[in-house]
């Protein structure tokens, strides 16, 4: 039996986001065809699942630097920084306001 051993990955698993998409499209049209055996069926997956995490990663980065506009007092667009959860902690009486 082949080893499916993994092997070390010191770079992304892609070049970029839309180019992981496109390959995991790519293997699930494979896997989903019928057309592959087992152990290529396995390689895809656990390919198809790395560049998943990878992805899931590049947007979860990409939230954290997304800006909202608001108004601020004067009718002007100001721009906030959207803060995921686990960044900072919030009084849950007034989450617009920082816990020190």
Not at 3 to 16: C, F, I, L, T
Not at 19 to 29: D, F, N
Not at 36 to 45: A, D, F, H, K, M
Request: aromatic share 4%.
């Amino acid at each position: 039996m082949p080893s499916r051993a993994a092997k070390p990955d010191a770079a992304p698993p892609a070049a970029n986001f839309e180019q992981a998409v496109a390959e995991i499209e790519q293997i699930v049209r494979k896997l989903e065809s019928g057309q592959v055996g087992l152990e290529e069926s396995i390689t895809l997956y656990e390919r198809g699942s790395k560049l998943l995490a990878w992805c899931r990663g590049v947007l979860g980065e990409a939230e954290k630097k997304i800006a909202t506009l608001s108004q601020g007092p004067d009718g002007a667009a100001v721009v906030h920084a959207v803060e995921s959860p686990s960044d900072e902690q919030t009084d849950s009486a007034n989450p617009s306001v920082p816990l020190v």
